[in-house]
T-cell receptor
């Protein structure tokens, strides 16, 4: 069965610093995709970045980049130049099966300090 | 494009009562997903619709739960004879089959069973 592991329940970062949120995954599929979502205290899930298993380059979206290490089965999220508005829960997820349902990790709560 | 909407945003009910939630996906999105998120956890997949057909259901979806998507537009999720363990955030997401794998989430319905 597919599984997502996020080992950091909480992380702190100083404003304007970079932070890395860890995610490891387990799958026997050759074709898969990895996502990061942000969930502010208001509750909505906001898509941040996507990496396909066959993508040779790491995905980037503005201040977000995904450090994809296929052999280690890791897909860490890097946020550069942290902002106070980045304080939220962050979830790593994997799409599973032909219908692309998402399997989520337990999340990491990020607090950005001024 | 108004995004995914969910109603109600909050629902408080007594144990044993029935509740129904509604999800309106982004127009022209033919894929619709329901997830459940309990406190401190990531969302868990409940069920998936492609147009009006319910193609996959999680084992989490007991026989007290039923979901429909008549005419392939909005979807409803009904919980019969609610239990305190049903208290959670119920999230709806939609995506377009022919576009990226990104799922767009609604704001969720928070259910509290007393």
């Amino acid at each position: 069965a597919q599984k997502i592991t996020q080992t950091q329940p909480g992380m702190f970062v100083q404003e304007k610093e970079a932070v890395t949120l860890d995610c490891t995954y387990d799958t026997s599929d050759q074709s898969y995709g990895l996502f990061w979502y942000k969930q502010p205290s208001s509750g909505e899930m906001i898509f941040l970045i996507y990496q396909g298993s066959y993508d040779e380059q790491n995905a980037t979206e503005g201040r977000y980049s995904l450090n994809f290490q296929k052999a280690r089965k890791s897909a860490n999220l890097v946020i550069s130049a942290s902002q106070l508005g980045d304080s939220a829960m962050y979830f790593c997820a994997m799409r599973e099966g032909g219908y692309n349902k998402l399997i989520f990790g337990a999340g990491t709560r990020l607090a950005v300090h001024p | 494009d108004t995004g995914v909407s969910q109603n109600p945003r909050h629902k408080i009910t007594k144990r044993g009562q029935n509740v129904t939630f509604r999800c309106d996906p982004i127009s022209e999105h033919n894929r619709l997903y329901w997830y459940r998120q309990t406190l401190g956890q990531g969302p868990e997949f409940l069920t998936y619709f492609q147009n009006e057909a319910q193609l996959e259901k999680s084992r989490l979806l007991s026989d007290r739960f039923s979901a429909e998507r008549p005419k392939g537009s909005f979807s409803t999720l009904e919980i019969q004879r609610t239990e305190q363990g049903d208290s959670a955030m119920y999230l709806c997401a939609s995506s377009h089959r022919d576009e990226s794998y990104e799922q767009y989430f609604g704001p969720g319905t928070r259910l509290t069973v007393t």
